[in-house]
């Protein structure tokens, strides 16, 4: 984000010098650029997050090494007072402009409702199970996010989430479907992070859905079902980034991170019907030769508008092609012959993206990841 608030000053300077705008018009440009560059995540931010939970930990901690010795109504008073105190004290820092620590004030009183299920849950010997537990813990901290428009709150409520959607699957390996209910909230939470300006849960929401979907496909391994619904969802979120930006933008509000997404979920979601080892050659090649199409389709319609598009395109086209290599190495008739295409191959590939690279860097600069200082 700084080097591109900086690359569009001198752009700034370069016009008013060329008589392309005004004085004023410059020094509106240039405030406005400040301003977004204000809104974006400080070290200062990442501290103080990272504070709030050592914080609650501590806390937390210290309770339940003293839980015996508390009377049982102290400790249900305790646990009210500490999420009271999070939440209200949050919401009080943030009105006097600490938003940092405000949001981490929010942070401890969602982890200490977190702790107070599992420890009232145990006390009154409520009956119920951790996925249950983590179920209220999400829609819990969702409401609150909802209440205070917290946006970390918003991103908190959507790893509980994801947590839940593995916890009620008994793991990634497990034989259980995901449950089906991680869809409509899903659609909830994407809404609730529209209306607490969260791009990151946004960010974490998508990145779920493919985690639903990998899910899925890990308890149907012999149908490849799933992943091409996949494949073919992410291709056409690629296609309406790129093709209607301005439409996908009044969507999502994601800006240059929606296609990138979108290659990941294409990336992953071919990785997924790779994985199911087809038994005919042909198909594994067919499906290389997808991946690598999709890749180059990639570059060549999203790359020069990102620059983490293209390190995540090229990432993909070297793990193909090793994982070509290590696989189907063995069914080659002439190793030799094979070491010599790959050899060839490469050379090729160095030359592409070196011509790629010097094309895209001729008059680009790296644009804004997100509106007015969204950028996950």
Same mark, same amino acid.
């Given at each position: 984000?700084?080097?591109?608030?900086?690359?569009?000053?001198?752009?700034?300077?370069? %016009?008013?010098?060329?008589?392309?705008?005004?004085?004023?018009? #410059?020094?509106?440009?240039?405030?406005?650029?400040?301003?977004?560059?204000?809104?974006?995540?400080?070290?200062?931010?990442?501290?103080?997050?990272?504070?709030?939970?050592?914080?609650?930990?501590?806390?937390?901690?210290?309770? /339940?090494?003293?839980?015996? *010795?508390? @009377?049982?109504?102290?400790?249900?008073?305790?646990?009210?007072?500490?999420?009271?105190?999070?939440?209200?004290?949050? *919401?009080?820092?943030?009105?006097?402009?600490?938003?940092?620590?405000?949001?981490?004030?929010?942070?401890?009183?969602?982890?200490?409702? =977190?702790?107070?299920?599992?420890?009232?849950?145990?006390?009154?010997?409520?009956? =119920?199970?951790?996925? &249950?537990?983590? /179920?209220?813990?999400? *829609?819990?901290?969702?409401?609150?996010?909802?209440?205070?428009?917290? @946006?970390?709150?918003?991103?908190?409520?959507?790893?509980?989430?994801? $947590?839940?959607?593995?916890?009620?699957?008994? =793991?990634? %390996?497990?034989?259980? &479907?995901?449950?089906? %209910?991680?869809?409509?909230?899903?659609?909830?939470?994407?809404?609730?992070?529209?209306?607490?300006?969260?791009?990151?849960?946004?960010?974490?929401?998508?990145?779920?859905?493919?985690?639903?979907?990998?899910?899925?496909?890990?308890? &149907? &391994?012999?149908?490849?079902?799933?992943?091409?619904?996949?494949?073919?969802?992410?291709? #056409?979120? $690629?296609?309406?980034?790129?093709?209607?930006?301005?439409?996908?933008?009044?969507?999502?509000?994601?800006?240059?991170?929606?296609?990138?997404? =979108?290659?990941?979920?294409?990336?992953?979601?071919?990785?997924?019907?790779?994985?199911?080892?087809?038994?005919?050659?042909?198909?594994?090649?067919?499906? *290389?030769?997808?991946?690598?199409?999709?890749?180059?389709? /990639?570059?060549?319609?999203?790359?020069?508008?990102?620059?983490?598009?293209?390190?995540?395109?090229?990432?993909?086209?070297?793990?193909?092609?090793?994982?070509?290599? /290590?696989?189907?190495?063995?069914?080659?008739?002439?190793?030799?012959?094979?070491?010599?295409?790959?050899?060839?191959?490469?050379?090729?590939?160095?030359?592409?993206?070196?011509?790629?690279?010097?094309?895209?860097?001729?008059?680009?600069?790296?644009?804004?990841?997100?509106?007015?200082?969204?950028?996950?």
């Amino acid at each position: 984000m700084a080097s591109y608030v900086n690359n569009v000053k001198a752009e700034i300077t370069r %016009w008013t010098s060329a008589g392309l705008i005004d004085a004023e018009t #410059a020094l509106r440009l240039t405030n406005d650029l400040e301003a977004r560059r204000g809104k974006g995540i400080s070290f200062g931010s990442v501290i103080g997050g990272l504070a709030a939970i050592l914080l609650a930990a501590a806390i937390l901690l210290f309770v /339940a090494a003293n839980w015996e *010795a508390i @009377p049982r109504l102290v400790r249900v008073a305790l646990l009210f007072v500490l999420i009271a105190a999070g939440y209200i004290g949050g *919401a009080v820092t943030k009105l006097r402009g600490a938003v940092v620590w405000g949001e981490s004030l929010y942070m401890i009183a969602a982890a200490a409702f =977190g702790a107070s299920i599992a420890l009232i849950g145990q006390m009154y010997h409520i009956t =119920g199970d951790e996925v &249950q537990a983590i /179920a209220i813990w999400a *829609a819990g901290t969702a409401f609150a996010s909802a209440m205070l428009r917290s @946006p970390i709150l918003t991103v908190g409520s959507v790893m509980l989430a994801a $947590f839940w959607l593995v916890s009620s699957s008994n =793991g990634i %390996w497990s034989s259980a &479907q995901p449950s089906i %209910w991680f869809l409509p909230a899903a659609l909830v939470l994407w809404v609730l992070s529209f209306w607490t300006g969260s791009p990151y849960g946004r960010v974490l929401i998508a990145l779920s859905l493919l985690l639903y979907g990998t899910l899925l496909t890990m308890t &149907q &391994q012999a149908s490849p079902i799933v992943p091409t619904v996949m494949a073919s969802l992410s291709v #056409a979120v $690629f296609v309406f980034a790129v093709f209607r930006p301005g439409l996908a933008e009044r969507a999502a509000r994601l800006g240059a991170a929606l296609p990138v997404l =979108g290659l990941f979920g294409f990336l992953l979601s071919m990785a997924l019907l790779q994985l199911m080892k087809f038994e005919q050659l042909g198909t594994a090649f067919f499906l *290389a030769v997808v991946v690598f199409a999709g890749v180059i389709a /990639a570059l060549l319609t999203g790359g020069r508008e990102s620059r983490r598009l293209r390190r995540l395109a090229y990432a993909g086209f070297a793990v193909e092609l090793i994982y070509l290599y /290590a696989v189907y190495l063995g069914t080659m008739l002439d190793t030799a012959s094979f070491f010599l295409a790959s050899g060839l191959v490469l050379a090729i590939i160095a030359v592409a993206i070196r011509r790629f690279e010097k094309e895209f860097g001729r008059d680009v600069t790296e644009p804004a990841d997100m509106k007015a200082g969204e950028t996950p």
